[in-house]
């Protein structure tokens, strides 16, 4: 009888003891969940405003601290300004990966023709010269971008970047994985993108800007154990950017394309495939190595929360 509740009592003191360390674990993972959420990353993919392809990222920090990616053609500027006004009002950190019109042509119009604040800005710029004889006749918008940025409220606040710079904006961590290549000259100001890993908890974005073959080997060949990352920005909108080796290296989840509609279908106007464009073929890369979500220009202003 004695031995009896003995027993019964030894196994009430199991199932308590089980039954205090599954809670004190429930209890751990969710505080480590509120925290990692607490901690994320708020990134907008702006959508195309015109039917041109553009590339333009709106992220917020924790603390609310706005950072743009780029930003896009012209013609985008009156979305991103109203993105910009929508969230406070000013931006933290501007980070330009190539002065390409496509990329630059929004922060040109900000600058030139409003007043919004902005703090710092990072840039990886060739000269003048190089533009102009490496450019393909495109050299004009790197010199207005240079223009633009010596308006008094910001001319003091452009940082050319380094290779391996980190840059910490409340939460969030960039760091430099690429700049300017002058010595590539075929594709020049494509292959003379910055290109950024973003971090935030433990989970990583890449920004590849419009990264070319040639820039995207020298990536590989130099950097090649800092690429993995969870999230990764298609490289030139999806079409005739990065090689398939870089993506594999990368070895993302999540694709994020600056890809129009007519780009992803590779339509000219006489239907799908219509086109000689190569974005069907990096879609099969990226579906070849697990990716299972893509977000995509032509779909709009899309916003992800990452933690
Ligand atoms: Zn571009």
Redesign the pocket.
Known sequence: MLSQNTKNNKRKIIIAVISCTILIIIASILLMSYIRYNNRLELTQLGNMTTR???GYFLKTKDNKNIIIDGGTTGDSQNLIDYINQNGGEVDTWFIT?P?E??VGAIIEILNNTQIPIHNIYVTLNTPEWYEKFGDGRGNEAQELMQALEVDRVKEKVTEVELGQEIQVDNITFKILGVKNPEITENAM?NSSMVIKCMVNNKSIIFL??TGQESGEKLLKNQREQLKADYVQVA??GQAGAGEELYKTISPKVAMW?TPDWLWNNDSGQGEDSGTWKTKETRAWLENIGVKENIIEKDGNITIKIY
Request: charged share 15%; proline share 8%; net charge negative.
């Open positions: 392809q553009m590339m190539h390409h496509d990329h494509n800007g419009d030139h909108h600056p």
